[in-house]
């Protein structure tokens, strides 16, 4: 195998999480009968450029289908940020009604209606038609294709480069990551502005989440190698920013190399000089991180088995991907937890990948009343707590297991 951004050779392991099916590839009743396809979900660290990447085994289209289940309007707080981000945008880059923003991998159109709601004129891409169909019955323009040099060439066709794009939480999606941002490039305005917002993988580290890997993910940046994928392309990175969401991510703006007009701000020296100080490029910063995944996995089992022993009901919150890949790295199914509970009509009715939990709306927790309740989407543990704060009636306790375990009272 080799690095898909600069092609050497890749020899340094960076986690093995096992043979596991796609985490977003739900069960419905149906396929419950037959036997699910499982990829091995394996990091490789490249020693050249320093990407953190999948080994390749699952292609885009087998993961982004059409009954593609995660919709992002289903988190309130998801949907804060993405209003504040517009806002935030376009007062910094004076756009309004002239502009033309774009937002690849658009998902339900959730960010996208906030331009709309500017009469900032926008499009949306998103190859998937479930969230596509969502984001047109919003009003919204959508070109229900993958992205890349191709498909920015022919949105040029039609005279309609843009001021603004939007690529948030999608860079880490592609696995052709060269032909994604150079595709950003060309769809760029000679004075326009890129901003990429993704998943920091120092944090990833720090932290000990390696339940935001699997296969959906091809790609963990670190500013480092974000940097130079960027620079290769044709793309120069003059803002970073610390945000909270996933579990703490960056956001960079980028304009085109060769018509450069912003001025490189001091966040972007001072991320470099940290990621300096600890590290990043180097193969120590990597070291040991299979063993605090293992250990979060040993932990998580010995208190569910305890909950068990002492014929406590246990129920889990969330069918997200991340939970997913933490129920079977750590071998839990519905043997032990009988049920997860989330918002989205999509999930609701179908059961998760491999642990085959069936997914149930929010309804049964008031039915079953259990004892625990563990939270598999983390980074909205504030959020769902709130919305369950009723369970604290019957004594329910909340559990999240990353980046260690802990019972909240």
Request: aromatic share 12%; glycine share 6%; proline share 4%.
């Amino acid at each position: 195998m080799t690095c898909r951004h600069c092609g050497k050779p890749l020899s340094s392991q960076f986690i093995d999480l096992g043979a596991t099916p796609l985490s977003n590839a739900y069960l419905t009743s149906d396929a419950m009968t037959g036997d699910e396809h499982k990829y091995p979900l394996r990091l490789y660290v490249c020693e050249n450029c320093w990407l953190v990447q999948t080994e390749d085994f699952a292609g885009s289209r087998d993961i982004f289908q059409d009954d593609y289940a995660y919709f992002s309007g289903f988190s309130s707080s998801w949907v804060k940020h993405c209003s504040g981000f517009v806002e935030y945008a376009r007062e910094r880059f004076n756009l309004n009604e002239g502009s033309f923003a774009v937002e690849i991998a658009s998902n339900d159109g959730t960010l996208l209606q906030f331009f709309k709601e500017y009469r900032i004129p926008c499009l949306g891409v998103e190859p998937t038609n479930s969230t596509a169909s969502a984001a047109r019955s919003r009003g919204l323009e959508v070109i229900e294709d993958f992205f890349g040099e191709e498909l920015a060439g022919a949105i040029l066709k039609g005279n309609r480069s843009a001021d603004f794009i939007v690529a948030n939480n999608v860079i880490a999606h592609v696995p052709d990551i060269n032909d994604f941002t150079s595709g950003l490039r060309i769809l760029l305005k000679p004075e326009g502005v890129v901003s990429c917002e993704f998943p920091y993988l120092v944090n990833l580290v720090r932290m000990n989440q390696f339940d935001t890997i699997y296969h959906e993910h091809y790609s963990y940046f670190s500013f480092s190698s974000i940097n130079r994928i960027f620079c290769a392309n044709g793309l120069e990175i003059f803002d970073v920013e610390h945000i909270p969401t996933h579990g703490g991510s960056l956001r960079v703006f980028a304009s085109r190399t060769d018509k450069a007009s912003f001025v490189r701000s001091e966040n972007v020296t001072a991320i470099q000089r940290d990621e300096e100080l600890i590290g990043v490029e180097s193969p120590s910063f990597y070291r040991s991180f299979q063993k605090k995944a293992e250990t979060v996995r040993n932990e998580l089992r010995s208190f569910l088995d305890g909950c068990l022993a002492r014929e406590m009901k246990i129920a889990a919150y969330g069918a997200a991907a991340k939970g997913n890949t933490l129920l079977n790295y750590s071998g839990i199914d519905v043997r032990t937890i009988p049920y997860v509970v989330d918002r989205n009509p999509w999930k609701q009715g179908k059961f998760l990948p491999g642990s085959r939990i069936p997914i149930v709306s929010d309804g049964v927790l008031s039915e079953e009343k259990p004892d625990i309740i563990l939270i598999l989407p983390w980074n909205l543990k504030d959020e769902i707590m709130m919305q369950l704060d009723y369970t604290r009636n019957w004594g329910a306790k909340f559990v999240t297991a990353i980046p260690g375990l802990v019972l909240h009272d």
